[in-house]
């Protein structure tokens, strides 16, 4: 099943501690565990997940980052960006 971006959800303006430029590994982690957790039509999602990750980013930082991935994945299916090749172990590489 194929889930769409909100939309709809307003993108509301609050500080951060840190920067919304870079993203620690940690910081993925939780976003992406958070997302899965709450799903993405949950209401007030962006605040739920901003919340879940300990306030190190905002619920604005947060809505824009999902939104990023978004058109990344998006730009990748259309052939628009290179898929990417990860360097990976095992039998298959």
């Known amino acids: 099943m ?8 307003p993108a509301p ?3 951060s ?8 590994k940690k910081e993925n982690k939780m976003f992406e565990e958070a997302l899965a957790y ?4 949950a209401p007030n999602l962006w605040e739920k997940v901003a919340s ?3 306030g190190t980013k905002s619920a604005e930082e947060v809505r824009r980052h999902f939104q990023f991935l978004v058109d990344d994945v ?9 898929f990417p090749k990860y360097k990976t172990q095992g039998f298959w590489t």
């Open 74 to 82: 998006k730009n990748i299916e259309h052939g628009r960006i290179p």
């Open 2 to 9: 194929r889930r769409e971006c909100p939309q709809a959800l």
């Open 17 to 24: 501690p840190s920067s919304d430029s870079e993203w620690s």
């Open 38 to 41: 709450y799903g993405v039509g």
């Open 13 to 15: 303006r609050m500080s």
């Open 52 to 54: 879940a990750m300990g």
